[in-house]
């Protein structure tokens, strides 16, 4: 029995797509499909209903997934005896993050992982949309959003503290507000999906519904128009660091905290196993956030 079949069988039981199991895995639809063919063959059972909308487990797949789950973590576990796990990393790894975050903080911090590991592959997809990793064949994706999906797990790895500011420029020929509901007399520029800034007044919760004439979709660019005097903005401090550092942003409204309770996060699958690849990738983004966040101080 073929260990690679039945690593390809465990990612379509996940993702019920033999295409995308296939891709995940650094195969063709039509290889990933011939494999799946073989390990029926091998079985002499049907393992998976085959429609041209998706596929799914037979009976006889359910009850083979569990098994074929333990010998996968039976040869990881004799990999890593022989201290294999983390040496010898190798294949591709999927991973999905947002894009102004993977763009300013995780591509630099692949640079020593890539040398670490350099039999590995990393698929990186940088996007503000959230994608589904099950669906997307994904192994790993970094979010700074609450979780949802129980069946994913997080692992946090560094904070996301949101703040208000603006350009001193803006601020000068438009005022500086000193309570939250002054917002609705400026100009907000918004994230799409972000137009509610709820603040902790003196203990309350206050929700501002925040206007403007701009919206997108990407940290960065909301973040360059504030600097450009177009208006006031919410933003996290990992996006904003530097340029607050440099003084053409500025903190506004202090007083009142924003009371979002957001970190970045490492999110992956549920399984009974996790493969060594995607463990060493978080224990080292783990590592590296809490020694290159420069944002917190």
């Not at 904070?159 to 601020?171: G, H, K, N, W």
């Not at 994230?191 to 919760?205: A, Y």
């Not at 909301?222 to 450009?228: G, S």
């Not at 003084?247 to 506004?252: A, D, H, K, N, Q």
Request: glycine content about 6%.
């Amino acid at each position: 029995m073929n260990i690679e079949h039945l690593k390809l069988f465990v990612r379509i039981a996940n993702t019920h797509n033999i295409s995308a199991a296939g891709e995940a895995l650094g195969l063709s639809a039509a290889v990933a499909s011939n494999h799946i063919n073989k390990l029926e063959e091998a079985l002499k059972v049907r393992l998976i209903h085959r429609t041209t909308r998706k596929v799914s487990l037979t009976e006889e797949g359910k009850a083979f997934l569990p098994y074929a789950e333990d010998v996968i973590a039976s040869v990881l576990s004799a990999q890593a005896s022989l201290g294999k796990e983390t040496n010898i990393l190798q294949g591709r790894l999927r991973v999905s993050a947002p894009a102004s975050f993977g763009k300013i903080h995780l591509i630099p911090a692949l640079t020593d992982f890539l040398k670490a590991h350099p039999k590995l592959t990393i698929d990186l997809k940088l996007s503000d949309s959230i994608v589904d990793l099950v669906e997307g064949g994904f192994d790993i994706a970094i979010r700074n959003s609450k979780l949802k999906d129980s069946s994913l797990i997080a692992r946090k790895l560094t904070s996301d503290q949101r703040i208000i500011c603006a350009s001193p420029e803006y601020l000068k020929a438009n005022g500086i507000p000193t309570h939250p509901e002054q917002l609705k007399q400026h100009q907000c520029l918004t994230l799409t999906g972000l137009d509610h800034w709820i603040f902790d007044d003196n203990g309350k919760e206050l929700n501002i519904k925040a206007k403007g004439n701009l919206s997108a979709d990407n940290g960065e660019a909301i973040r360059d128009a504030c600097i450009n005097g177009l208006g006031i903005t919410l933003c996290s401090k990992w996006i904003a660091h530097q340029q607050l550092s440099d003084g053409v942003l500025v903190e506004i409204l202090q007083d009142y905290p924003l009371t979002s309770d957001t970190s970045i996060w490492a999110i992956y699958p549920s399984s009974r196993q996790v493969a060594p690849k995607v463990r060493a990738f978080i224990d080292y983004c783990k590592e590296y956030f809490e020694n290159n966040n420069r944002w917190e101080v």
